[in-house]
C-alpha cells in the first residue's frame, strides 16, 4: 500500500496510508487508526480488511515513528503536542468529523481529542489503552540506554501480544518496534510517564468503545475506573491475557469495532 507524506510543521512530515474498498458510488465515513508506542501505521495490518471494505481507513505514523520524520532526542514531547499534530491530519484528510481508534498510549491521545475537538469526532475506540501514562518508565528508558531499542522490545514484547501469540508473529512485532529511532525512544520516554487525561473524561460526549483484557498489566477492573467516567462509553472485555489485543487480536477487536459503529447513526 503506497504512502503519502502530510507537512504538520516544519519539523515533522507525517507518513499516511489509505485504504477504501467501499463501493464506488458511496461517499464512506472515514476512520483514523493511531498507533501506539514504538510502532507505526503498519501495526494495523489485520484491522483494514476489516474496516475498509466499509469506511475510508486512515492509518499515520505519529511523530517520531514508522516513516514520520524522527524526533531528536530533546524534543519537548507532550501529549497536546500528539494531539495538536493529529488535529492537523483530520483537518487535512479526514474530510469532516471522523471515527478514532487507538491502541496502548495513543488512547489518552484520541481521548483528549474527543474532549477538546468535539466537532472533528465522531467517536472513539480505545484498545488496550489507559487513561494515565504506563508505570515502570524509568526502567525501560534505562535499559534503552544501555542496550537499544530492539534488546528493549525483545524483553518486553511477550506480555505484551499474550501467551498464545506465535514465536514468529512475536519476532515480527519486535522488528517493528525496533525501528523507533532511539531518539525518539529516549525523548517520549522521559514523559510519558506524566499522561494523565482523566479530567478530560468527562468531556467525551462523542459515542466511546473500550476494548481491553483481563491482563495482569491491565486488568479489566482498573479499565473500568476510567472508563466509568466517558459519558457515553460501551467496555468490551475480550478473554486472552495479553494487554496489546489490538495487536494479539486484530479479528475479534475489529469485528467488535465494527459492531459498535454499526450502532452509529450515519452522518
Given at each position: 500500500?503506497s504512502?503519502h507524506?502530510?507537512?504538520?510543521?516544519p519539523?515533522l512530515?507525517?507518513c499516511?496510508r489509505?485504504?477504501d474498498?467501499?463501493d464506488?458510488?458511496?461517499?464512506?465515513?472515514?476512520?483514523?487508526c493511531?498507533?501506539g508506542f514504538?510502532?507505526?501505521?503498519?501495526a494495523w495490518?489485520?484491522w483494514v480488511?476489516?474496516?475498509?471494505?466499509?469506511?475510508?481507513?486512515?492509518?499515520?505514523?505519529?511523530?517520531g515513528?514508522?516513516d514520520?520524520?524522527?524526533m531528536?532526542?530533546d524534543?519537548p514531547?507532550?501529549?497536546?503536542?500528539?494531539?495538536n499534530?493529529?488535529?492537523?491530519?483530520?483537518?487535512?484528510?479526514?474530510g469532516g468529523p471522523?471515527?478514532?481508534?487507538a491502541?496502548?498510549?495513543?488512547?489518552p491521545?484520541?481521548?483528549?481529542?474527543?474532549?477538546t475537538?468535539p466537532r472533528?469526532t465522531?467517536?472513539?475506540?480505545?484498545?488496550g489503552?489507559?487513561?494515565r501514562?504506563?508505570?515502570?518508565?524509568?526502567e525501560?528508558?534505562q535499559?534503552?540506554e544501555?542496550?537499544?531499542v530492539?534488546?528493549w522490545?525483545r524483553?518486553t514484547m511477550?506480555p505484551?501480544?499474550?501467551?498464545d501469540?506465535?514465536p514468529?508473529?512475536?519476532d515480527?512485532?519486535?522488528?517493528l518496534?525496533s525501528?523507533?529511532?532511539a531518539?525518539?525512544?529516549?525523548g517520549?520516554?522521559?514523559?510519558?510517564s506524566q499522561?494523565?487525561v482523566?479530567?478530560d473524561?468527562?468531556?467525551?460526549h462523542?459515542?466511546?468503545?473500550?476494548?481491553?483484557t483481563?491482563?495482569?498489566?491491565?486488568?479489566v477492573?482498573?479499565t473500568?475506573e476510567w472508563?466509568?467516567?466517558?459519558?457515553?462509553?460501551?467496555l468490551?472485555a475480550?478473554?486472552?491475557d495479553?494487554?496489546h489485543?489490538?495487536a494479539?487480536?486484530?479479528?475479534?477487536?475489529?469485528a467488535?469495532?465494527?459492531?459498535f459503529l454499526a450502532?452509529?447513526?450515519?452522518?
Open positions: 500500500m504512502r507524506f502530510l507537512d504538520i510543521d519539523g512530515r507525517m499516511y489509505v485504504a474498498y467501499t464506488p458510488w458511496r461517499k464512506p465515513e472515514t476512520v483514523v493511531v498507533h514504538g510502532e507505526s501505521g503498519e495490518f489485520g480488511p476489516h474496516l475498509a471494505r466499509q469506511y475510508k481507513v486512515i492509518r499515520i505514523d505519529q511523530r515513528f514508522g514520520s520524520t524522527p531528536p532526542d524534543f514531547w507532550s501529549l497536546d503536542v500528539l494531539v499534530d493529529l488535529g492537523q491530519a483530520v483537518r487535512a484528510l479526514g471522523v471515527h478514532l481508534i491502541a496502548k498510549i495513543a488512547g491521545v484520541i481521548m483528549r481529542f474527543a474532549a475537538h472533528l465522531r467517536s472513539i475506540t480505545v484498545v489503552s489507559m487513561s501514562g504506563p508505570e515502570g518508565v524509568k525501560w528508558l535499559h534503552i544501555r542496550q537499544g530492539e534488546s522490545a524483553t511477550p505484551r501480544l499474550g501467551s501469540m506465535l514468529e508473529a512475536v515480527w512485532w519486535v522488528k518496534t525501528r523507533t529511532p531518539s525518539t525512544a529516549r517520549l520516554f522521559r514523559v510519558v499522561i494523565d482523566t479530567a473524561l468527562p468531556n467525551i462523542c459515542p466511546a468503545l473500550i476494548i481491553t483481563d491482563s495482569r498489566r491491565r486488568p477492573a482498573k473500568q472508563q466509568s467516567l466517558i459519558p457515553h462509553s460501551t468490551v475480550l478473554h486472552g495479553a494487554y489485543p489490538a494479539s487480536d486484530p479479528d475479534r477487536c475489529a467488535a469495532t465494527l459492531e450502532r452509529l447513526p450515519r452522518a
